[in-house]
């Protein structure tokens, strides 16, 4: 069987804070029903079917930093993010790199031997992999692998933000989680910069 990695992202367009990538691979049995768009679910459905993806799924996050997104510019950070959330689904399943992957992997239903790997990708531009991998805009709305990369991306961002706030207090990220609301853009003028504000960006 093939298998295919769905990879997407979650942090573009804050001001601050990192970027976060997920990367899934979806078993045959996987209930996708439970799936969407990260966006066009609430929290709780977002954290419930987190749950699941983490229980059934091969799954791994990647992360990169303010300081990084800075340096390189967030579309190389987002890119990079996918390949070391790629990185992690490997340490984390063993399932190795294309060339490695004639052996099996443990699927809910039993094993099932790997003829090779392909990736899904959504937006328009493919992360550094060591297998064919193609780009499509609004592909976390259309295929389920994607769909439970954006969820897992997301609610992960979305505690880093939590404790941000925490460890930043005044700058309201538990609010809005670094996006440039008008409240976050004004506190920003108020008390200058957070500790982890993307300064490559307008604020």
């Not at 094993?111 to 392909?118: A, D, K, M, N, V």
């Given at each position: 069987?093939?298998?295919?990695?769905?990879?997407?992202?979650?942090?573009?367009?804050?001001?601050?804070?990192?970027?976060?990538a997920g990367a899934v691979i979806l078993p045959p049995d996987f209930p996708i029903e439970i799936l969407?768009?990260?966006?066009?679910?609430?929290?709780?459905?977002?954290?419930?079917?987190?749950e699941v993806i983490k229980q059934r799924a091969f799954w791994g996050i990647g992360l990169v930093d303010?300081?990084?997104?800075?340096?390189?510019?967030?579309?190389?950070?987002?890119?990079?993010?996918?390949?070391?959330?790629?990185?992690?689904?490997?340490?984390?399943?063993?399932?190795?790199?294309?060339?490695?992957?004639?052996?099996?992997?443990?699927?809910?239903?039993?094993?099932?031997?790997?003829?090779?790997?392909?990736?899904?990708?959504?937006?328009?531009?493919?992360?550094d992999v060591p297998f064919e991998c193609h780009c499509e805009p609004k592909a976390d709305g259309k295929?389920?692998?994607?769909?439970?990369?954006?969820?897992?991306?997301?609610?992960?961002?979305?505690?880093?933000?939590?404790?941000?706030?925490?460890?930043?207090?005044?700058?309201?990220?538990?609010?809005?989680?670094?996006?440039?609301?008008?409240?976050?853009?004004?506190?920003?003028?108020?008390?200058?910069?957070?500790?982890?504000?993307?300064?490559?960006?307008?604020?």
């Amino acid at each position: 069987m093939i298998l295919t990695v769905g990879f997407d992202e979650a942090g573009r367009g804050p001001l601050a804070g990192p970027v976060c990538a997920g990367a899934v691979i979806l078993p045959p049995d996987f209930p996708i029903e439970i799936l969407n768009d990260s966006k066009k679910l609430s929290e709780k459905k977002r954290l419930a079917a987190e749950e699941v993806i983490k229980q059934r799924a091969f799954w791994g996050i990647g992360l990169v930093d303010h300081k990084t997104i800075d340096e390189i510019n967030i579309l190389q950070a987002s890119m990079l993010a996918m390949r070391l959330a790629w990185e992690d689904l490997q340490k984390r399943f063993g399932t190795g790199t294309l060339n490695e992957c004639t052996g099996s992997l443990r699927l809910s239903k039993g094993p099932q031997s790997i003829t090779g790997i392909t990736g899904i990708t959504d937006g328009t531009r493919c992360p550094d992999v060591p297998f064919e991998c193609h780009c499509e805009p609004k592909a976390d709305g259309k295929y389920p692998c994607v769909m439970a990369a954006s969820i897992i991306a997301k609610n992960c961002r979305d505690r880093i933000m939590i404790e941000m706030d925490k460890k930043y207090p005044g700058y309201g990220y538990a609010v809005h989680k670094g996006y440039p609301t008008k409240a976050h853009r004004e506190i920003c003028h108020k008390l200058g910069p957070s500790p982890i504000q993307r300064m490559s960006f307008k604020y």
